[in-house]
């Protein structure tokens, strides 16, 4: 297991937002998400800040990608969130990250499809069961809310829940706290 610096000032962050934090999550709650379809699956799951919602909640977490104590050659953020309105799945990603996954060892990937869209296929790679999957899941208020805020990263959606990695965020209360904005955000967008 990593040895975590620095989680102090993610706690004190998490208190002042009136977020729950938990050191060490329990894996169990987060292996139930993968397999991803976009993200290889980290090694652990450490630093949970928790946003308690109605209906859902939000949890932001690092997903710590090394074995036992080595510190990995990046690190990240990952934001879930539950919502029962959430109904489609599809994922997608802007950029090829650190944790894109590559490898489809326990399933296969779903198939890569194309929305009809030019701005969105020209920057997006959209996977789903079928195209009018994708469509009804990345419709076009929440294709404009990513485009809009030039998303680079994945998000992935599934029926009653989200997973959101945005590149380019740290393990810092500030990118903590962007994360959640961020992951706010595109659950008021995605569900209709």
């Not at 946003?51 to 690092?62: D, R």
């Not at 069961?129 to 404009?144: G, V």
Request: aromatic fraction near 10%; include cysteine; hydrophobic fraction near 45%.
């Amino acid at each position: 297991m990593p040895t975590v610096r620095g989680s102090e000032l993610i706690e004190s962050w998490a208190a002042r937002r009136g977020l729950a934090f938990t050191l060490r999550p329990d894996e169990a709650w987060f292996r139930r998400w993968e397999p991803y379809d976009t993200i290889a699956p980290p090694s652990a799951y450490i630093r949970a800040c928790t946003w308690m919602t109605n209906p859902g909640h939000v949890v932001l977490v690092e997903p710590w990608y090394a074995d036992g104590d080595a510190d990995p050659l990046e690190r990240t953020l990952l934001g879930f969130a539950s919502h029962p309105a959430l109904r489609h799945r599809a994922s997608m990603r802007v950029g090829e990250h650190f944790l894109t996954r590559v490898a489809f060892v326990e399933s296969p990937p779903p198939p890569r499809v194309v929305l009809g869209d030019a701005l969105w296929d020209a920057h997006v790679t959209t996977f789903a069961a079928s195209t009018r999957e994708a469509a009804a899941a990345f419709h076009p208020r929440l294709r404009k809310l990513l485009a809009t805020h030039g998303f680079h990263g994945h998000l992935e959606l599934r029926r009653g829940g989200l997973v959101v990695h945005c590149a380019g965020l740290r393990p810092t209360p500030e990118h903590y706290e962007s994360l959640l904005g961020v992951v706010r955000e595109i659950v008021g967008a995605a569900v209709l």
